[in-house]
């Protein structure tokens, strides 16, 4: 695609639920990169991926959260038994390769 | 470990004048710096990035920054700002070369610009 594709664009999910974020990165972006933002913050890194290998998780806040990229290609968060302190942006990045990466315009997520 | 401090969470700038927002660094190595615009309703989108070299650093929309290793900064300048230049600002530090997309960000500077 053109740009770095997020859906849904906005969740509110009730606390307890899963709930699971998917990017749709540029066409042929060999890197796909997962950060979270919470109001008034920056943008925090939480994992990413070469290809469809796992490559760094260490930014995952604990157990509940998850990542794949099981074709190189579409990847999915998946965040289990959702809590408020979820609730943030949660938004995607990709790159072919080189030093810079594309940001999509990023998942709302709110945990009632 | 690294970190990124934007010192400023607020400027207010009138039309026409300059900008400059600040941001320091704290990294072992030689840092890759990193500034990136966010909109309303918009993703994040690259301005400049400085990795070696000439430490003036040109981007988009006419914004320049400097890199000073001396003073562990690298600010961001606008010789006359736009009224659609009001958005976030966030400056950032990479890991490095074998891992470009992982950054660190500051908290951002929110830039009101006034007729």
């Not at chain 2, 969470?9 to 660094?25: D, Q």
């Not at chain 2, 704290?26 to 400085?50: E, I, R």
């Not at chain 2, 690298?74 to 470009?100: I, M, Q, T």
Request: net charge neutral; with cysteine; charged share 20%.
């Amino acid at each position: 695609g053109a740009g770095v594709s997020q859906s849904p664009r906005y969740k509110v999910t009730k606390r307890g639920q899963d709930v699971a974020l998917r990017c749709d990165p540029i066409s042929g972006h060999v890197s796909l990169y997962w950060y979270r933002q919470a109001l008034g913050q920056g943008p925090e890194f939480l994992t990413y991926f070469n290809y469809e290998a796992q490559q760094d998780k260490s930014g995952l806040p604990n157990d509940r959260f998850s990542a794949e990229r099981p074709e190189g290609s579409i990847s999915t968060l998946t965040i289990q038994r959702t809590e408020q302190r979820d609730s943030a942006m949660y938004r995607c990045a990709s790159s072919l390769s080189g030093n810079t990466i594309y940001f999509g315009e990023g998942s709302w997520l709110t945990v009632v | 470990a690294q970190s990124v401090t934007q010192p400023d969470i607020h400027i207010t700038v009138s039309e026409g004048a300059s900008l400059e927002l600040r941001c320091n660094y704290s990294y072992g190595a030689t840092p890759y710096l990193f500034w990136y615009v966010q909109s309303p309703g918009q993703g994040l989108q690259l301005l400049l990035k400085y990795f070696s070299g000439d430490t003036l650093v040109q981007g988009i929309k006419g914004f320049e920054a400097e890199f000073k290793r001396s003073q562990s900064s690298f600010n961001l300048r606008k010789p006359s700002v736009h009224w659609s230049d009001a958005a976030e600002y966030f400056c950032a530090v990479g890991a490095g070369a074998d891992s470009w997309g992982k950054l660190q960000f500051g908290a951002g500077t929110q830039v009101v610009v006034t007729p």
